[in-house]
């Protein structure tokens, strides 16, 4: 077995900077025989696991002062089965480097979340998502995945096999075990026509239902202090790729939405009170386009901005009217928001922690520029999701417990379960799950 331990006293901080950790030490496993000796050998010292990818969950789910389990070399494709037409990967890898190689061999994902920096484990265990009206999150694409329990034991899960635990650890916050492998349905890469389009708040929000069901994938973002929205719709299509220009698509993507994006986030934050002009230039300052390209190169941008952030699922129907009430919150209070806030949706999925489990569900996102104080927005906000029976993301800001949480999800009970069943000494603990999952 190679050496995979190391002592530190370095600190850790996920992307956004807001959590830290000073984990007692750090393990880089190569494979699974490895990554069950980590485990059993914090086992025995009496020392708490995480395991912690890139650090994008805004929560302190992967914060331990155990041992920190670094997945850097659990990476790359285990095997392409183009009978079943799904994918294998190692934990470790990130979803940049999936989309990249699923693409060369001619295949992708069905749907993705708007960033891919992630590890695949990260993603599917705090429930990433992107937007679809029929095609739900990365985690509801899982066909199979490798786990590894508190003891040691590999378990193999799938509808087939161990399919109570399957059932969970698609979404297991990190409390089930570490997950070492997951297996994705793939399909034959396909093209997708963006078309991003300025429209008023109250045209989009009244609009909101026909959009949703016209089109494959749709999203918003609303720029708060102004009554303007840029939505984007992504449907399939049969072709020709038509890409957006080299010139045009880095003055969009790099240009506006982070060189000058950054510049009046860091003015805001200096100067509130510029906040309102900044965000009624901000919500022009994108004109309409339309492009064609393959999936991840449409799903996906890049996000250079840092930002901390909460988002909240709510039952569908539910998404115009909490939408409204938050902008005549934004509108009475003296809060100045520099961020827009995103809004999109997915169908039910049947995952017990899903935020989307047994109902149609919308998103409501709220951001902050990091080093902005944040409290009181997203306070208020968290209030009115609340009302309407929101889940927090498991990987965004929120202030929500285990006894609240357990009367908005119906199989609450049956995670805590298996949770005590695969761990019952609480080797994968820490602050925030105690906080959200109970002891």
Not at 202 to 228: C, I, K, Q
Not at 348 to 358: E, H, K, P
Request: hydrophobic share 40%.
């Amino acid at each position: 077995m190679t050496e995979t331990y190391a002592r530190t006293t370095d600190t850790w901080r996920n992307w956004a900077g807001n959590v830290t950790a000073r984990p007692v030490r750090t393990a880089s496993p190569a494979s699974v025989d490895e990554l069950a000796e980590v485990l059993r050998r914090a086992s025995g010292d009496g020392l708490r696991v995480k395991p912690a990818g890139t650090g994008h969950s805004f929560t302190a789910t992967a914060a331990t002062d155990g041992v920190l389990i670094r997945p850097d070399l659990l990476t790359g494709i285990r095997e392409i089965d183009r009978t079943a037409m799904t994918v294998t990967v190692e934990a470790g890898t990130p979803l940049k480097r999936l989309n990249a190689a699923l693409a060369r061999d001619g295949l992708s994902l069905t749907n993705m979340g708007d960033i891919m920096e992630q590890t695949v484990a990260g993603a599917t265990s705090t429930g990433t998502h992107g937007t679809g009206r029929d095609s739900a999150s990365i985690a509801a694409q899982i066909r199979a995945l490798e786990l590894v329990t508190a003891d040691g034991t590999v378990l193999r899960c799938s509808p087939d096999e161990n399919a109570d635990v399957f059932a969970a650890a698609r979404i297991g916050l990190g409390a089930l075990g570490v997950i070492s492998a997951i297996t994705f349905a793939v399909e034959p890469v396909f093209l997708l026509t963006a078309r991003e389009e300025p429209m008023t708040f109250d045209r989009v929000t009244s609009d909101f239902d026909r959009l949703v069901a016209e089109n494959e994938h749709f999203e918003f973002y609303w720029f708060p202090h102004t009554g303007n929205c840029n939505t984007k719709r992504n449907n399939r299509s049969a072709g020709p790729a038509a890409p957006p220009g080299r010139i045009r698509g880095w003055i969009d993507d790099e240009l506006l939405s982070n060189g000058i994006f950054q510049v009046a986030c860091s003015i805001g934050r200096a100067v509130p009170g510029t906040v309102p002009s900044i965000a009624r230039i901000s919500s022009r300052a994108l004109s309409a386009r339309t492009y064609t390209d393959i999936p991840y190169k449409v799903f996906t941008s890049p996000r250079r901005v840092r930002f901390v952030e909460m988002e909240y699922a709510l039952p569908r129907e539910a998404a115009v009217e909490a939408l409204r009430e938050v902008r005549a919150m934004v509108d009475r209070s003296p809060l100045r928001v520099g961020f827009p806030v995103e809004v999109r949706t997915a169908p039910a999925d049947d995952i017990a922690l899903s935020t989307a489990s047994g109902r149609e569900s919308a998103y409501i996102a709220v951001h902050m520029y990091r080093g902005t104080p944040y409290q009181a927005y997203f306070t208020a906000v968290e209030r009115i999701m609340t009302g309407y029976d929101g889940r927090p993301h498991w990987g965004k800001i929120h202030t929500r417990n285990a006894r609240d949480l357990a009367g908005t999800y119906p199989r609450f009970g049956e995670f805590a379960a298996l949770r005590d069943r695969l761990d019952p000494d609480r080797l994968f603990a820490n602050d925030y799950l105690r906080r959200v999952l109970g002891d």
